[in-house]
């Protein structure tokens, strides 16, 4: 059997460097992609194949797709739609332009690559498509309304696909992640400053009590977080497994936000939500 192939999105850093580290090492050949041209340079000099997509970039996913494509002779196992980025924020405050940006770059985009990738998987015989959605992909907090809001889409969306996939030789999986270390503070952080006018809200006090801390403050330590090689554990099960699950939940409270949402009425699962 030839080299097994990989496409993966958001490598830049956190879980999409590190899942691309650990398969090359497992033997998979990966194509590590990333927004930005010096940090595919930067993967390149550590002897990974990097070049750029950027899902806000419909025309570099589809050079995406054909570089991909044409270095593995037409060939691609799997695909792990990974990167997103989150705007902080009461949903009241968060401007339209900011949510249709958003829904570009954590959903619209992945739909894009995911469309483009099918055909070569079904013309091969087989394939993996791996979706990284979050545990805001089943149940909402507070402040994080646009960030919910892509990850609810990508939820129905990847259960659609998955169901229409039935008749094809391709698996649909998706991964659920809960707390993990990565910069992805760090990035809403930047999000934050581009689009929310918090000063001029009607929540200023709480956005200086509550979200600034957060967001600014040196934070606790979560200790349910885990490195993003918890997330690349379930990919590897997700990708190698000969019938892989639907779904596979990372952390603690993922798998209790999961049940959760399952047993409790909503107004129950409302008061216990809101306290977080």
């Known amino acids: 059997m030839s080299e097994r192939t990989v496409l993966i999105t958001g490598c830049s850093s956190g879980i999409g460097l590190d899942a691309a580290r650990t398969l090359k090492s497992r033997g998979w050949r990966v194509f590590a992609t990333c927004r930005a041209d010096a940090d595919c340079e930067r ?92 545990v805001l992909g089943l149940i909402a907090l507070k402040w994080r309304g646009a960030y919910v809001a892509t990850k609810f889409a990508l939820e129905g969306l990847t259960d659609t696909l998955r169901l229409e996939m039935r008749d094809t030789p391709i698996e649909i999986v998706t991964i659920e992640p809960g707390p993990i270390g990565t910069k992805f503070r760090e990035n809403a952080v930047k999000q934050f400053e581009r689009w929310i006018d918090w000063e001029s809200s009607a929540r200023a006090e709480q956005y200086r009590t509550s979200l600034l801390r957060r967001l600014y403050g040196p934070g606790a330590a979560d200790r349910f977080e885990l490195p993003p090689a918890a997330v690349t554990a379930r990919l590897i099960r997700a990708l190698e497994a000969r019938r892989p699950r639907p779904r596979y939940y990372v952390t603690l409270p993922t798998h209790a936000m999961a049940a959760a949402r399952r047993l409790l009425p909503a107004r129950p699962l409302d008061w216990l939500l809101a306290k977080g």
């Open 43 to 134: 993967l390149r000099g550590e002897g990974l194949e990097s070049f750029r997509l950027d899902y806000a970039d419909p025309a570099s996913i589809t050079a995406a797709v054909r570089e991909a494509l044409d270095r593995s002779d037409g060939r691609l196992d799997a695909l792990f739609n990974n990167g997103a980025h989150a705007i902080p924020g009461a949903v009241e405050d968060i401007p339209t332009d900011a949510l249709r940006a958003i829904f570009e770059a954590n959903l619209f985009g992945w739909h894009e690559l995911t469309r483009q990738v099918i055909p070569a998987m079904r013309a091969q015989g087989h394939g993996r498509i791996v979706n990284c959605s979050s």
